[in-house]
């Protein structure tokens, strides 16, 4: 199972939070990392992944140039900058195959 280290919270627009999720038990040395989020109602969606060796991440067009990915040994970061009111969502990691474990979600709320 993922453990999220750094839990979200509330935040106004303009601000920025961390969030870190530790691969406990896992050995994801050759497994891609993602975050994904969800709103009530609406379907999880994949915001940013990156590559087992780090080299390539992929971004949404939503949160590009404002998130951050990356990783180091078991753990993935997401450093979110310049929040926004509708990037307000409960935000999951995601360890790739061939495992494809999940988090346990955090709630991130961008509100003034």
């Known amino acids: 199972q993922l453990e999220v280290v750094e839990s979200g919270g509330v935040v106004q627009p303009g601000g920025s939070l961390r969030l870190s999720c530790l691969a406990s038990g896992f050995a994801p040395d050759y497994s891609p990392f993602g975050w994904f989020r969800q709103t009530p109602g609406k379907e999880r969606e994949g915001i940013v992944c990156?590559?087992?060796?780090?080299?390539t991440t992929i971004y949404a067009d939503s949160v590009k140039g404002r998130f951050t990915i990356s990783r180091a040994n078991n753990m993935v970061y997401l450093q979110m900058n310049n929040l926004k009111p509708e990037d307000t969502a409960v935000y999951y990691c995601?360890?790739?195959?061939?495992?494809?474990?999940w988090g346990q979600g955090t709630q991130v709320t961008v509100s003034s």
């Open positions: 990156i590559s087992s060796n780090g080299a």
């Open positions: 995601h360890l790739g195959a061939p495992f494809r474990s």
